[in-house]
């Protein structure tokens, strides 16, 4: 079974029905059609009422639809209810029961809050082999991702003698994923003034332009039959192999330290600026889109996945942009965080030797080993000094 099902009201159903049995009774030595009708009648009504309880969640679904709902801090949203009847028996007087987090606002129905959650009770009618489609408008108040926690309905029966209490047993699916508010961070073009668009020189990468030889060098057995210089050969009267420049496409590294590096040895220990940070950088994020700009993102946060490092590989355009909101989004005090030594060293490990990294939250000196090794690369490393108000994107110099 899909629901729980709680029928109250029983024990008045059961006086009732020892009070019809008591005027069958007393009819059957006075004999008064009264008494026999009255008695006659509060069994009939006793006997449809537990039928009606037990049977009228028996082919009752809720659709579990798993779509999510993505929307910014301040615009409202439909929360659409799919209820599908399957059975002959009517639901004339009930109502819904839902508990969301309180990050959402809604004002159209009854709704009880308080710091842990926030509920709405919504009246409803069903007809028999019926399905209706309700819709709960409501206001993305706080960035964060929460799903309906509870779903419950309250069905009386016609006689209001009773009612049936179910919950729904499954986890609902629907996520409500809103992201943060978008706080300009000024100069941001000078991460795009540290190189120019397109490819740039890494003496480090694994990669190579094709269209920019630099040389030749004596061919050994591995090289490719392709690559052989053949004027150069005819000259030198040795094989050479000609020798391309190592390139490497421009694009940013978001390193994001979400732990504090006062209590480093706690996992618990979230940073208290989560909002400003990820603010500021939905507003970097969705400049790097508009201007065709690909990045990656590591922070030390354990994501849903279970990794240690979170890493959002590289790439852009919308897609990446809404991977990233979603991560955002998803930014919260309640996981466990990783040390900064560990983030720094899986970050050399996986990142793309990008010539702009842009660090987020505190360091200290946890980073200056990792943060030299970048520069002597060539990489430009910026902090983004986050805020709500005034943020501001700082180049460390070596």
């Known amino acids: 079974m899909i629901w729980t099902k709680e029928i109250h009201g029983k024990n008045s159903l059961d006086i009732l029905v020892i009070i019809g049995i008591i005027f069958l009774v007393i009819n059957f030595y006075v004999s008064s059609y009264l008494l026999m009708f009255l008695g006659a009648f509060l069994l009939i009504i006793c006997g449809m009422s537990r039928y009606y309880l037990k049977r009228i969640g028996d082919h009752l679904v809720l659709d579990n639809d798993k779509t999510p709902i993505r929307v910014s801090v301040g615009e409202q949203f439909i929360l659409p209810i799919k209820i599908s009847q399957y059975n002959w028996l009517p639901i004339i007087n009930a109502n819904i029961r839902i508990k969301l987090d309180p990050i959402i606002e809604g004002k159209q129905f009854k709704s009880l809050r308080n710091d842990s959650s926030l509920e709405f009770i919504i009246p409803v009618q069903l007809k028999g082999n019926e399905t209706i489609q309700l819709s709960l408008p409501l206001l993305a108040s706080k960035r964060g991702v929460t799903r309906v926690k509870e779903f419950e309905l309250n069905i009386s029966n016609f006689f209001g003698l009773g009612y049936v209490r179910l919950s729904y047993k499954p ?18 073009e000078q991460l795009i003034s540290t190189n120019s668009y397109g490819s740039f020189v890494n003496t480090t990468s694994i990669f190579e332009d094709f269209l920019a030889p630099i040389g030749t060098r004596d061919y050994v057995y591995s090289d490719p039959f392709h690559r052989i210089h053949w004027k150069a050969s005819a ?8 020798i391309y420049e190592r390139t490497a496409d421009y694009s940013w590294t978001f390193i994001i330290n979400l732990q504090d590096t006062r209590h480093s ?26 201007h065709n700009i690909n990045y990656e993102i590591f922070l030390n946060l354990n994501m849903e996945n279970g990794v240690p490092v979170y890493h959002l590989p590289i790439g852009g355009g919308k897609s990446q942009l809404s991977k990233t909101y979603d ?18 060293y899986f970050v050399e490990k996986q990142q793309r030797k990008s010539p702009v990294v842009i660090l987020c939250g505190p360091y200290g000196k946890h ?25 501001k994107l700082v180049p460390l110099s070596t």
Request: hydrophobic share 40%; net charge positive.
């Open 171 to 188: 986890i609902l699916q629907k996520e409500i994923i809103i992201y943060p508010n978008l706080i300009p961070v000024p100069q941001i």
């Open 235 to 242: 000259k030198t009267q040795v094989l050479q192999t000609k």
């Open 265 to 290: 040895n706690y996992q618990m220990s979230v940073i208290e600026n989560i909002e400003s940070i990820a603010s500021n950088l939905a507003f970097i994020v969705k400049y790097a889109a508009e």
């Open 327 to 344: 991560i955002l989004a998803r930014l919260n005090r309640e996981r466990m965080t990783q040390p900064i030594n560990k983030l720094l």
């Open 367 to 391: 980073g200056d080993r990792y943060i030299a090794q970048m520069q002597k690369r060539g990489q430009r490393i910026y902090y983004l000094l986050d805020d709500i108000e005034s943020p």
